[in-house]
Every structure is written in C-alpha cells, then in structure tokens.
C-alpha cells in the first residue's frame, strides 16, 4: 500500500511528487498520457514564474518533470476512472482494471478546454477548428484565423498567431476582456488582430474544411470569411472519478481551500481541478506542496 498517489502529472502533480519524495513517502504519479507534464506544456512563453522569466512552457514542464525523477519519483502510465474506499485508505482503478492501494490521495488530475457547444464545432473539430494555437498554429501561416474567448490565454493565443497568420480574429461576447492589462494593450498593439465584441458564435460553416463562422453581434448576423478557428473559452474539470466520493461545486470543481482537504477524508486535490480565485502554474505547485502537507498530518493522525 501507499502512503500516497498522485493522480495527474501536470504542475500540481510534479510539485507534490518532489514533496513527497522530500518527505519519504512511499508515492506513485499516474498519469494518463506518457510522460505528460500536463496544460503547461502547450504554453509558448511563461512570463510569470518566479525565476524562469521567459521560458516555455514545455522546457517549464520538462524541469518540472526532471526535478521529480532526479528525486526518484515513481510513474505508472494509466487513466483512473474509480476511486473506492477500501479500508484505511481508497483503491484506485484504472480504465485497464488495474488497482492500487493508497493511505491517501492527492487528486491533481487537471481540467480540459470547454467547447462552444454550437452547430459545426464537432464536424470541423481537427479540420480547421483547434483548442491549442500553439499545437496547431503553424498550419496556419498566412492565413486568416479567429479566436474565440476574452481571457488570458485566449489573448496569449491571439498574440502568438498574429506571428503567423495574415489575420486574427478576436471574437469574445463581452465589451471588455477579462484577460490582464498587460495582454489587453498588447493585442491592441497589433495591426493585424481585428476585435470584434459584443459577439457571440453560433455556427461554423465548410466544406470538408473550416471557411467561416457565423456570429451574432449587437443584435445583427454576420459571417466571417476564415480558416481556422481557435477556442479559448475555459475549461472543464476531470473530476469524475470523484463523483460520488467527494464534493464538487456546481460546475464540477472539487471543494477544496489551500490546504488540498476535501470532504473525503484523505483525499487532498491541487491544481486546476480544484475550486480557485487563480488557476496559474504558481498557485499549482503551491497546492501540489500543501496538500502532501496535509497527507502527511493525515497519516500521522491517523496511525
């Protein structure tokens, strides 16, 4: 049995691996893509971490991971569907039914980029429209592209295409971007990102491939010619194998402060997945340390 599994391998994940190897605590990360390093890995630039100004964001995830094995971190490569209570502690099941026994849990398993949920988006999903600029940008070049969403990483997303494409498209439904100040003045900045507010999608159009998309804009119908649409509009948690087992709020995230504590007892969730003001590759590591923290009071506790 372990004294702890880490479900997920993204920044929350790595950072309470390399805590719990500090601790000596008998650990394992499964993660559900080999040598993941989770949303990170597909930011082009990190501004923001303390440090490392500058880096991407997959040399980022890969010092990430590194630190973790020169520590002697364990991985086990598996998508967990089913956390059960077994005993002192829970059973993890995997999607290929294999099953580990742990003291507790830290549940870092991340979130995923929310769809539009609009005429078109599935047909043309992978043919024009994509949910990672920096993934597929390049097959873009010189050509014409929207991006919908008013956050930062839609304006990140923005910005890193205007390097590429003739043209981007801004589309978000609000007149004010929700994104910081420092991004918003950047893509004002740039002449060949067009705003376009106060607009909300509803169908994307084309023939085998995307050419347009229809929008809704101060009460007016418009298309918009293009090539490629990039959404940017949230995110949705992996939570499921906690239905049931833990709290979630009413849009799926799991209840837990900073100290990772859920309404499980010894199950303790970081990252992303977790209800947050600020979901940022600081505050993961930070949560990634504070609930082995908390694993650690909980198994003394409880022996």
Same mark, same amino acid.
Do not use: W
């Given at each position: ?107 870092? *398993? ?5 769809? =539009? @949920?609009?005429? #078109? ?6 043919? $024009? /429209? ?110 499921? *194998? ?5 709290? =979630? @709020?009413?849009? #799926? ?6 100290? $990772? /504590? ?42």
């Amino acid at each position: 049995m372990y004294d702890t599994i880490i479900i997920g391998s993204g920044s929350a994940g790595l950072s309470a691996a390399v805590y719990a190897k500090r601790a000596q605590l008998n650990a394992v990360v499964i993660e559900k893509e080999y040598m993941g390093t989770g949303q990170i890995a597909v930011s082009e630039r990190v501004d923001n971490y303390l440090g490392l100004y500058g880096e991407s964001g997959f040399d980022l995830g890969e010092k990430f991971r590194q630190h973790a094995e020169a520590l002697g971190a364990e991985f086990v490569e598996g998508e967990v569907t089913a956390i059960e209570k077994s005993g002192i502690g829970y059973k993890i099941i995997l999607s290929d039914e294999r099953t580990f026994e742990t003291k507790t849990v830290v549940f870092a *398993a991340g979130a995923r980029p929310r769809t =539009l @949920d609009i005429k #078109g988006e599935d047909e043309f999903s992978g043919k $024009g /429209v994509s949910y990672c600029a920096v993934c597929d940008g390049a097959f873009y070049k010189n050509k014409i592209t929207a991006v919908i969403g008013g956050g930062d990483t839609a304006l990140e997303d923005a910005l890193f295409l205007s390097k590429i494409c003739e043209t981007v498209y801004l589309i978000h439904r609000r007149n004010e971007f929700r994104a910081n100040k420092t991004l918003q003045n950047a893509v004002r900045s740039k002449e060949n990102i067009r705003l376009v507010l106060n607009a909300k999608p509803f169908e994307i159009l084309g023939d085998g491939k995307v050419s347009g998309i229809k929008i809704s804009q101060d009460g007016e119908e418009k298309f918009i010619e293009l090539n490629g649409i990039f959404t940017a509009v949230g995110t949705v948690p992996n939570s499921s *194998a906690l239905n049931g087992v833990a709290e =979630l @709020d009413e849009r #799926g995230y799991v209840i837990a402060d900073e100290t $990772g /504590v859920t309404s499980a007892k010894g199950i303790f969730a970081a990252g992303d997945v977790r209800t947050k003001q600020l979901r940022q590759v600081s505050t993961a590591v930070a949560d990634g340390a504070n609930c082995i923290y908390s694993a650690e009071r909980y198994i003394s506790e409880s022996e």
